[in-house]
T-cell receptor, first 114, second 114 residues
Framework: AQSVTQPDIHITVSEGASLELRCNYS??????LFWYVQSPGQGLQLLLK??????LVQGIKGFEAEFKRSQSSFNLRKPSVHWSDAAEYFC????????????FGAGTRLFVKA | DVKVTQSSRYLVKRTGEKVFLECVQD?????MFWYRQDPGLGLRLIYF???????EKGDIPEGYSVSREKKERFSLILESASTNQTSMYLC?????????????FGPGTRLTVL
């Protein structure tokens, strides 16, 4: 069965430090991959997506993610975290199974300390 | 800018009540989705719709129904609310059936069933 795993329930980083959020997926074909962010009290907003081409994808707010087929991973990175990045981050896989469906991971909550 | 609005941010209902959650999008999107979000479980798809008067079950449709009479509006109905339906409900829309769809989310409705 298709699934998305975000191994870290929460992560705390210092402001200015680098960040990497992990995401692994289980899907037989080439997936469509997404990272969304949910700020407190808000809906989800797309950070970036991958569906083909260059495996390093740039997104909004200085985020990037790298697709590694051999590891079934799509980890999100940011070189220098800002306090406003504190939020919950969701990795998602898009499945084209006759109709498009998205499976979301359980989310990783990011805390930023001063 | 795509806007997805949900009728209420917070809702408190009693067990057995019929509950309507409304979602409206203003970008003429074909697809609309209802998810529920619970801590540690991420987003789970309840129902989705690819066209007016069309609906398909998601992963957890039990206890819910939907209605899409107009393209811009997608309603989620809890026929007889139960305490285990206390959750955050998120509506989303997207533009077409390709797997590259970005989903645009509303701010969510936090429903409490007493």
């Amino acid at each position: 069965a298709q699934s998305v795993t975000q191994p870290d329930i929460h992560i705390t980083v210092s402001e200015g430090a680098s960040l990497e959020l992990r995401c692994n997926y289980s899907y037989g074909a080439t997936p469509y991959l997404f990272w969304y962010v949910q700020s407190p009290g808000q809906g989800l907003q797309l950070l970036l997506k991958y569906f083909s081409g260059d495996t390093l994808v740039q997104g909004i707010k200085g985020f990037e993610a790298e697709f590694k087929r051999s590891q079934s991973s799509f980890n999100l990175r940011k070189p220098s975290v800002h306090w406003s990045d504190a939020a919950e981050y969701f990795c998602a896989v898009g499945l084209n199974t006759g109709g498009f469906k998205t499976i979301f991971g359980a989310g990783t909550r990011l805390f930023v300390k001063a | 800018d795509v806007k997805v609005t949900q009728s209420s941010r917070y809702l408190v209902k009693r067990t057995g009540e019929k509950v309507f959650l409304e979602c409206v999008q203003d970008m003429d999107h074909e697809n609309m989705f209802w998810y529920r979000q619970d801590p540690g479980l991420g987003l789970r798809l309840i129902y989705f719709s690819y066209d007016v008067k069309m609906k398909e079950k998601g992963d957890i449709p039990e206890g819910y129904s939907v209605s899409r009479e107009k393209k811009e509006r997608f309603s989620l109905i809890l026929e007889s609310a139960s305490t285990n339906q206390t959750s955050m409900y998120l509506c989303a829309s997207s533009s077409d059936r390709r797997g590259t769809d970005t989903q645009y989310f509303g701010p969510g409705t936090r429903l409490t069933v007493l």
